[in-house]
């Protein structure tokens, strides 16, 4: 239980200090899921263009991923990541318009899957 509280504090801390250290990378929306189990998914609508955080959080060793896909475009990426790492952001600029389905799927849960509009997709 403390593990989870820990990583939770870590996933507000990195979000909070991204908006006041790098306002110009600020959000424009932001959408989050949390499960017990060893998959998560998260649809979203609205998404204007831009730039797409993907936020991912997943316990154990090993390798978890996470998925994005399109439900609008022929768009799909997924991302390898070390399970054993703790909360991790990853950009992708340019992404279609429209709705998303994403996916995080790790060795143990509770794992967490959020996405985030970014009016600067290049975070200059």
């Known amino acids: 239980m403390r593990k989870i509280l820990s ?9 909070a200090s991204a908006a006041v250290l790098l306002p110009q990378v600020a ?6 899921s949390t499960c017990q ?3 998560c998914d998260l649809y979203v609508s609205g998404y204007q263009g831009g730039g797409l955080s993907i936020d ?4 154990g060793s090993g390798t978890g ?3 994005l896909w399109s439900l609008d475009e022929n768009w ?7 399970a054993a ?9 340019w992404s279609p318009k429209g709705r998303y389905h994403a996916r995080v799927t790790g060795p143990s849960g509770p794992t967490s899957i959020g996405l985030r509009w970014l009016d600067n997709p290049t975070g200059s």
């Open 7 to 15: 990583r939770g504090a870590v996933i507000g801390v990195v979000a």
């Open 27 to 32: 959000s424009a929306a932001a959408f989050s």
């Open 37 to 39: 189990a060893t998959v």
């Open 56 to 59: 991912a959080d997943v316990h």
């Open 65 to 67: 991923r996470w998925e």
């Open 76 to 82: 799909y990426h997924v991302q390898d990541f070390d």
């Open 85 to 93: 790492a703790g909360p991790g952001s990853w950009l992708r600029s």
